[in-house]
């Protein structure tokens, strides 16, 4: 080949990846777009196009149009969905480490996790998703969980005992709330209503933001600020469709994933505060836990973490990272 040739192909490979086609992805989740899960997607999205000049576009699908939490993973996983941004929590089937975002009592407050998001170590355990076809471009928040009684609001390890308490379907919550005390009972998100208003549940671990969204306030009458742990969420991209875009879309999707964890974060922390204030327009008590209560709780929690910690590495690093970033509220 001659000089001029090499040259003349370089340039209409180069050409080539610049013009790459437009590329249109589905993303689905499974909540109500007041949901901080949307505002991710919707920051995603916004960033997305922004950085790609509008050959990325993505294509928002709320409130479970695509499936619910568990059909959305395995939509990801098998190529079906492109895209979701999904609970952390449904992942730890598949990757056991998962379960280090959300070991209780190990991170405080949102600016701690945000600073925990973007770690070596938070990267660590979300690469081990490429085993199962899913490449997890960032992890956000959902809300800090507290403590929601359909009576009074709990202010003392004693008075949590017993309650049947919803818990997500996952092995390490019933470990952490059985060491607390209560009655965890595994439900499906979208049974809670229903089994507070009945009286199967005296009580749910949950975020404020979906105490709003889902209405709870109307059943259950008292909060505690408990803050036990975050309710992460998974920004995941099918591994095979990532792999048809060029170098250059990929780039553009991790980078749009990247800046968009703290201020989706902090979105959180603001979130939680307007609806305080509309708990308390509704006269619904709202505590926040003495130390003497606090200082239960992590008791109580701390043999589940060291026990986690001993299962896998890549807990032990990510606890050990969490522990360094010593957050204001601890």
């Known amino acids: 080949m001659t000089k001029t040739a090499a040259l003349v192909l370089m340039g209409s490979l180069l050409s080539t990846a610049a013009w790459a086609d437009p590329v249109t992805l589905r993303l689905g989740h499974a909540v109500f777009e007041q949901h901080p899960i949307h505002d991710t997607a919707l920051r995603f999205q916004e960033a997305v196009e922004r950085l790609s000049d509008g050959d990325i576009k993505i294509e928002i ?31 730890s089937t598949l990757e056991p480490s998962i379960d280090a975002f959300q070991l209780p009592g190990l991170i405080h407050d949102y600016e701690s996790f ?8 938070a990267r660590a355990i979300m690469d081990r998703l490429e085993k199962h076809m899913m490449v997890a471009l960032g992890v956000y928040d959902g809300g800090q969980r507290h403590f929601l009684t359909v ?18 379907p996952n ?13 965890p009972t595994p439900m499906a998100y979208g049974e809670v209503y229903s089994a507070l208003e009945t009286g199967t549940l005296d009580a749910v671990e949950i975020n404020l933001t979906s105490i709003e969204s889902e209405k709870y306030y109307e059943i259950a009458k008292g909060v505690t600020l408990t803050g036990h742990y975050f309710w992460p969420s998974f920004l995941l991209v099918n591994q095979m469709k990532f792999n048809s875009l060029t170098p250059e879309q990929q780039e553009i999707m991790r980078q749009a994933a990247e800046e968009i964890v703290e201020p989706q974060v902090m979105a959180v922390k603001e979130l939680d505060e307007q609806i305080k204030a509309h708990l308390a327009e509704l006269d619904i008590p709202v505590v926040t836990p003495s130390d003497a209560f606090r200082a239960e709780l992590q008791a109580a929690f701390a043999p589940v973490v060291q026990k986690y910690e001993a299962a896998d590495p890549l807990i032990a690093d990510f606890t050990a990272a969490a522990k360094k970033l010593a957050p204001a509220a601890q």
């Open 61 to 91: 699908f709320p409130s479970r149009q695509l499936g619910d939490v568990k059909e959305l993973m395995e939509g990801v996983q098998f190529g079906t969905v492109d895209m979701t941004v999904n609970s952390t929590s449904a992942y």
């Open 171 to 183: 092995r390490m919550f019933l470990d952490a709330w059985q060491a607390v005390g209560v009655n």
């Open 151 to 168: 009576g009074a609001p709990v202010e003392s390890l004693a008075d949590m005992h017993h309650k049947k308490t919803r818990v997500a």
């Open 114 to 121: 945000a600073a925990m998001a973007k770690t070596p170590e």
